[in-house]
């Protein structure tokens, strides 16, 4: 069943690729199969959302908003490990340089957003929850009948996050066939 929903979930984004190449369709495609393998193989850890990192970052430039988004929500899946290693200061300083990058002055961040206030409140529960699961696991301690309430709270929040931005860079992806450019040509990459 892994195997079968691995390949269902990268075989949109290859058929893409192939039926229309590009340098852009290439770095959604790599992205896209890598979100597939770590979504769906048989055996994944927190730290394997390292490997979707790469391409995210290399689409930067192009989706800053898909890439502080999806940075954040790596960091959080893998915040129950690091509490368990006790790397929280390190955390706390690496997510607070992303942010300070991120948002700095004459970054992409704000440039052409259109974002209505709906999809801006779908998008901000989330982080609301994140943000207070934070805290909640450090301060308060599970039920006895459910040790791992939080991490499964944290997993679930990350994987649903991981799940819509693999759905949207797959339409990205395949939206780049109503705007086609020569492979090789400046604004591909």
């Known amino acids: 069943m892994s195997l079968s929903a691995t390949i269902l979930a990268f075989l949109p984004s290859f ?42 970052s290399l ?9 502080g988004w999806f940075t954040y929500y ?20 690496v997510l607070g340089l992303f942010v300070l990058i991120y948002y700095s002055p004459g970054g992409n961040y704000g440039k052409g957003t259109n974002i209505s206030s709906g999809t801006m409140a779908v998008l901000s529960l989330p982080l609301l929850c994140s943000i207070l699961l934070h805290t909640v696991y450090l301060q308060i301690e599970p039920p ?18 991981f799940i819509i931005l693999t759905l949207y860079t797959n339409y990205k992806q395949w939206m ?14």
């Open 15 to 56: 058929i893409q690729q192939v039926k229309s190449p590009s340098n852009l369709g290439f770095l959604y495609s790599l992205l896209n199969s890598s979100f597939s393998f770590y979504l769906f193989s048989y055996q994944v850890h927190e730290k394997s959302i390292l490997l979707p990192l790469l391409p995210a």
């Open 144 to 161: 006895k009948r459910y040790p791992f309430l939080f991490e499964a709270l944290i997993m679930f929040i990350c994987f649903s996050q």
């Open 59 to 67: 689409l930067a430039l192009h989706e800053p908003h898909l890439h």
């Open 74 to 93: 790596a960091l959080f899946s893998m915040y129950p490990l690091i509490c368990r290693d006790q790397l929280l200061l390190q955390y706390i300083a």
């Open 176 to 189: 780049l066939d109503f705007h086609p450019r020569p492979v090789g040509s400046k604004k591909d990459l």
